[in-house]
Each structure stands twice: as structure tokens, then as C-alpha cells.
């Protein structure tokens, strides 16, 4: 489907009710979704798909944080996990920028603050990882009561506990119990969801989502994909059984793929919607790295413009995505993209 063709609908409903690219106001249903299999149940059926930000990280680094060494390693992620203490403006600032482009959703500022990153800081303990995720959850909050803005949400983080793409070094059981109920119970009373996010092995992403679902928030989890855009996730698990591994979990409100090419996303949409009932929302948000012998690098593809990423993102909205944003790389003249109606 493609907008740019299509007549404006005026925000009334789409005569073949498919979602479009644009932006929407979906309020939050925090009822247990993912067990469902009552085909009566009624399906949520937003026309235009809600329209999340970009990458909040490497917005920062645009600001001026650094983000050095290598993509994914956790070392890397150090200066925008402080900025949350050091530099709250510029996290502010990001997140306002991310709202006037057309975002109705901010990702905390969260993503690295898990004890084995900020280990790299010095010897931060339990209680200065809980205020610098303390932190990232006022910035969020300051930008959201800013813009003023009703139908702004804030997807409160759950990471990756180690360095991201990497699921041979997700940790055990009991660390990994413990540690999302921990960033879970420090991010949630800042959230309207929780967002278990760049999840690459089904077991991480259950264990997130538990203990997400847990503080009674709807609970969104979004798998990152391999790169060689198979419809696996990076551990080689497909998204079929990343799907029925949180199928008795209460709260699932969506699953999203994020945090790789737009291309392996393209591909696996359509598998995600599938395997879901219709009362689960699905969504995407790829990086915009350059991707080199099916590996990325730290670059940003030129040529993924806004339009080019608008039109990727058509394709997702055509496989039934309902929920669109960005991730690393993608930036608010993206998200401004998407979020245009695109209207004469
Ligand atoms: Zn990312």
C-alpha cells in the first residue's frame, strides 16, 4: 500500500480498514491477550498505526554523548546510560525532539543502565543503577508533561542484561530473574508500558516479559532479528517459537521486531502476525546501520532517507503492523516521516 497514492481518509475510517502509515492514538488494553484463541474477541482495529520514536541512543550521540567501540558491546553505551545523571537535558531534549516529530511513544533512556554495563563505570552498586534508571524515567516524564500533549506514552525499557545481539552471553535463570524484576520495579512507575526490547534469544525475552507482566503494566516485547533476514532471531530461534514461549503470560499487549535491518524485519511481519491472535498488536522499529557480509557497522545507511524508511515501513503496515518506529540509527526526521499523513 502506498499512501502517497491513496486518497486522504481524513481520519476516518480506511474503506478497507488496513492500517496505514501516519499516526494514531491507541490507548493501552492491558487485558491478557497472548492465550487468547476466541476468534469472537474483539480485535483492536486501529486504522492508522501508532507511531513510536527513533533511536534515543544514538540521538544522544548527535548531541554530543559519546558512543564508541564496538556495535552492541556494552562499553559502548556507557556515556548515554550516564547522561541520564550527567546530562538530563540532552535525554530531555531527545525525547521532546522525538514528540514534535510526531512520536507518541518515548522509550526511557534506560537501555544500559543493567548492573553489567555500569560495572564499567567504576563500582556502581544496586541503589546508583536504580537512580540512574530513576533517571531516564523523570527525563521521559519531564519531556511527556512538556509537550503537553494527551495520548504520549512512555514505554518503560527491559534490555538485553549483557551486550546486545550476543544470545551464547544472555545469562542464567536466577541472573536473569533478578535482574528484570529489579529494572522492572525501578522503571514502572514511570511507564504506562513496559518494553522489553532487542530480545535475541526466547528465554531472555520470556524472562523479561515475566517479570514485565508482573507489575501489572501491558507488557510490549520485541525481538531483534538475524541480519541475513530469515525470520529468525539472532539465536537462531524462529519468531514463531519466541511467539508461543509467552503465550501464558498475562499482560502481552504487543510484540514488536526492532534493533536490525528494515529488510529482516520486511520478512518477518508477516510470520509474527501470523502466529499471534488478532487481539496481540505487532510493530517494528529497525536500526539504519549499514550491514556488511550480514554483520552491521557502525555507519548509517545514507540511503535510508526518510522516504525509503516511510516506505519500508508501509510494507510492515501492509503485513498488519499497527505500532512503527525506529531504532539505532533512525532519527526524528524519520519519525517525522512516518508520522505525516501525507495529506493534500
Ligand atoms: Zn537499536
Avoid at 538530563?88 to 521532546?96: A, G, I, Q, R, Y
Avoid at 510490549?220 to 533476514?229: C, F, K, N, P, R
Wanted: glycine share 8%; hydrophobic share 35%.
Amino acid at each position: 500500500m502506498c499512501i502517497h497514492d491513496s486518497p486522504c481518509y481524513n481520519n476516518e475510517e480506511s474503506p478497507n480498514k488496513k492500517p496505514r502509515v501516519g499516526n494514531a492514538n491507541v490507548e493501552g488494553d492491558s487485558s491478557s491477550k497472548m492465550g487468547s484463541t476466541d476468534s469472537t474477541e474483539k480485535a483492536p482495529s486501529p486504522v492508522v498505526p501508532l507511531v513510536l520514536d527513533g533511536g534515543v541512543g544514538h540521538m544522544l550521540r548527535r548531541l554530543g554523548i559519546k558512543i564508541e567501540g564496538k556495535v552492541g558491546s556494552q562499553e559502548r553505551f556507557l556515556g548515554v546510560a550516564m547522561a541520564n545523571l550527567q546530562q538530563p537535558e540532552l535525554v530531555k531534549k531527545t525525547h521532546s525532539a522525538y514528540i514534535q516529530a510526531g512520536a507518541r511513544v518515548l522509550t526511557t533512556n534506560n537501555y544500559s543502565c543493567v548492573p553489567r554495563c555500569l560495572k564499567e563505570s567504576g563500582s556502581m552498586g544496586r541503589e546508583q543503577i536504580q537512580a540512574c534508571i530513576h533517571a531516564a524515567g523523570d527525563c521521559a516524564k519531564a519531556a511527556k508533561e512538556e509537550s503537553g500533549l494527551q495520548g504520549v506514552q512512555i514505554a518503560g525499557v527491559l534490555p538485553p542484561l549483557g551486550p546486545s545481539y550476543r544470545p551464547d552471553l544472555v545469562p542464567e535463570k536466577e541472573e536473569l530473574e533478578q535482574d528484570y524484576a529489579f529494572i522492572a520495579e525501578a522503571i514502572e512507575p514511570y511507564a504506562d508500558v513496559l518494553l522489553c526490547e532487542t530480545m535475541s534469544l526466547v528465554r531472555e525475552g520470556r524472562a523479561a516479559a515475566l517479570a514485565a507482566s508482573k507489575t501489572g503494566k501491558p507488557v510490549w516485547v520485541a525481538w531483534t532479528l538475524s541480519d541475513e533476514a530469515d525470520g529468525t532471531l539472532r539465536s537462531g530461534e524462529t519468531i514463531e517459537e519466541a511467539v508461543r514461549s509467552c503465550a501464558d503470560i498475562p499482560n502481552i499487549e504487543a510484540m514488536l521486531l526492532n534493533c536490525c535491518s528494515p529488510q529482516s524485519v520486511t520478512v518477518a511481519m508477516p510470520r509474527l502476525r501470523a502466529a499471534l491472535p488478532d487481539s496481540v498488536q505487532i510493530g517494528g522499529y529497525a536500526n539504519g546501520f549499514v550491514i556488511e557480509n550480514a554483520k552491521m557497522v557502525d555507519a548509517y545507511q545514507k540511503d535510508l532517507t526518510p522516504a525509503a524508511y516511510r516506505k519500508i515501513a508501509e510494507g510492515w503496515a501492509d503485513s498488519g503492523a499497527t505500532m512503527i518506529g525506529g531504532c539505532c540509527g533512525v532519527f526524528p526526521e524519520h519519525i517525522a516521516e512516518l508520522a505525516s499523513p501525507k495529506c493534500e
